[in-house]
């Protein structure tokens, strides 16, 4: 199956090109669009497709430079052009570039065909045996990094089924005893955010080439973690510290220089066998967590150096407690102010810990979602482990907060406004029951201690009638209702839906029903 991307401006364009490509009759699936060449570029990293079907106007990155950087970085993709345009420069460009086809909107499903047919024929003619023997590297690659995942979290813990898997992968006699090296990145989230579209798995791409130019496949196996924030290197207990440290700071250079992060590193103790994997994982976790959350730049951390110390201690069991009563209080303001005192207070310490930061910010998470019942299935994103993995400096918990505080905010008033509805159906209940009584606005505002003006915008705005509009409309149904039977009399019924004055009645009944009482029971008797 050849991959295709299809590159327009327009998301009509680009869906009208898709859905005929899909029907064609080929070997061939569209597996990603993009709105301009720029954006194209970024996915052909992550999508690695055979064919890219563009347009060549188009904003950002035009069709002409898109075609030139593809050439000089990915030849070996073949490119037909879609334009609405004839013009000599674009035609021109797409010779150059040595694009397949150049066709002309709209597009017919026989010259679409063709091309494609074209283009699948020069994909297979075009691959070579070192390209098959890459394509089987990465493989085999991708393999050994699920295992090691697996292994890893404890998804295999058989020591027979490490050993085959070993075996079956080639790495049996790559592993001794060694050291893991887990890196992280500052800035993650928000570089994945502003640079990459919120694209995390593109980001992490980016970072593994990088990585990749610099460190000779031979010199570690590297795998992510679960959760795709951190790159895993098993390296070999003979690698000195003088060679790791000097590629890590290589490569710490070029993640900042090209990505501007700046790394985290920890280095677990010396391990055997791959079954000691996950302790070797928690091992260089906990190196990294004991650093600080005010370093710059490179930091690396050895275990065995580092220990389990516990740094400075902000949040206090007082603060925890003044959180709580102002979270269950519903009382948004203090919570605003306790939570950015906290981050504050941490700003100001010199020596604090990421380790004691997670665990402040799990304390105030497990508070939270305590409190404000949903908000943590709501907002799974911001109340989870990874959430707070991922602060590892002043900024990053300081984007935590903002973002936990916006949450608060909206629960708040989410709750308020629904308090408001409960107390108006409570409010709406009574006067159903009570309408034919003598009711007034101030009658009922002092029976659910609230203030009469406050009561009737709330009520406007829930039952979307006013106060007098809706006792009146209740009053009126009952009195069509009681006008059905022709065995009480007019003035009876006046009384009994609460109107003393048989003649105001009547005059309240037709401005709402167009009829008089009489008429109305008429007109049931008669019905036309």
């Not at 690396?300 to 902000?314: F, H, N, P, Y």
């Not at 400096?393 to 984007?399: I, V």
Request: charged share 25%.
């Amino acid at each position: 199956m050849y991959k295709v991307m299809v590159v327009d401006d327009e998301s009509w364009g680009r869906k009208s090109i898709s859905k005929m490509i899909s029907e064609l009759s080929l070997d061939v699936e569209v597996i990603a669009e993009a709105k301009h060449g720029e954006e194209a570029l970024k996915l052909i990293q992550l999508n690695k497709p055979h064919i890219i079907v563009t347009d060549m106007n188009m904003p950002v990155m035009n069709g002409q430079l898109f075609l030139e950087t593809l050439h000089a970085m990915h030849s070996d993709i073949k490119v037909i052009v879609i334009s609405g345009y004839s013009q000599f420069e674009y035609l021109k460009a797409a010779i150059r570039y040595q694009a397949c086809e150049y066709l002309l909107k709209p597009v017919s499903m026989v010259d679409l065909q063709s091309s494609m047919v074209k283009a699948t024929e020069s994909i297979r003619s075009y691959m070579s045996l070192q390209q098959q023997q890459k394509e089987t590297r990465d493989l085999w690659k991708l393999k050994r990094s699920v295992f090691l995942q697996n292994v890893t979290s404890r998804r295999i813990t058989n020591k027979s089924d490490i050993d085959q898997q070993t075996e079956e992968l080639r790495i049996a006699n790559t592993v001794g005893s060694y050291r893991l090296v887990v890196i992280m990145f500052r800035q993650f989230h928000e570089t994945a955010r502003t640079n990459f579209h919120g694209n995390a798995d593109l980001l992490m791409y980016s970072i593994e080439n990088i990585l990749q130019e610099l460190m000779p496949d031979e010199l570690a196996l590297v795998y992510k973690s679960d959760d795709r924030m951190r790159i895993c290197l098993i390296l070999d207990e003979t690698l000195s510290n003088d060679e790791t440290i000097g590629w890590l700071t290589e490569f710490n250079h070029a993640v900042h220089r090209m990505l501007k992060l700046d790394i985290l590193v920890g280095i677990s103790p010396v391990y055997e066998s791959l079954l000691e994997l996950p302790e070797a994982f928690r091992a260089a976790n906990q190196a990294i967590e004991q650093q600080g959350l005010h370093a710059t730049d490179l930091l690396i951390s050895l275990a065995e150096v580092t220990g389990e110390g516990k740094g400075e201690q902000i949040l206090t069991s007082f603060d925890r407690q003044a959180i709580r009563q102002a979270l269950a209080a519903g009382n948004v303001k203090d919570s605003r102010t306790l939570l950015n005192d906290y981050r504050q207070r941490v700003s100001a310490s010199t020596n604090i810990t990421l380790s004691q930061v997670h665990q402040e910010l799990a304390m105030i998470m497990e508070i939270a979602s305590s409190e404000l019942k949903g908000m943590a299935v709501a907002l799974p994103s911001l109340f989870n482990s990874d959430a707070l993995t991922g602060v590892l400096d002043d900024r990053a918990l300081s984007l935590l907060l903002n973002q936990w505080i916006e949450a608060i905010d909206r629960y708040g008033a989410h709750r308020k406004e629904s308090e408001s509805v409960q107390l108006i159906q409570d409010i709406v209940v009574f006067l159903d029951n009570h309408y034919f009584e003598d009711v007034s606005l101030i009658d009922v505002a002092t029976r659910f201690h609230m203030d009469p003006s406050y009561l009737s915008k709330l009520f406007k705005t829930v039952t979307q009638e006013n106060f007098i509009e809706y006792v009146t409309r209740k009053r009126i149904e009952k009195a069509c209702e009681l006008l059905h039977s022709f065995d009480r009399k007019i003035s009876d019924i006046s009384e009994l839906v609460g109107y003393e004055n048989q003649r105001y009645f009547s005059q309240v009944f037709k401005k709402n029903t167009g009829q008089t009482p009489s008429e109305y029971r008429e007109s049931q008797l008669n019905p036309q």
